[in-house]
């Protein structure tokens, strides 16, 4: 399949098959880590923003 693209290329296509081949290692790579992100690290970072608590110590802090 892959033999077709090979035998044919041109200079310019070089560089296509090039970034293409960046662009899926890169969401290849980003798919990965997603996937071996700790869940509980994503729910607490979640609830950062809406955490009352948090916001009372940082209104404390304020002068």
Known sequence: ???QFT??????Q??????L????????VVAVIL?????GHVAHMSQLPL???QL???NNLLP
Not at 14 to 19: F, G
């Open 14 to 19: 070089v560089y296509l098959l090039c970034s």
């Open 21 to 28: 081949g960046i662009f899926l290692v890169f969401f290849i």
């Open 51 to 53: 955490d009352s608590e």
């Open 35 to 39: 996937f071996k992100l700790n869940k």
């Open 7 to 12: 035998e044919n290329i041109n200079g310019h």
């Open 56 to 58: 009372k110590n940082a």
């Open 1 to 3: 399949m892959f033999k």
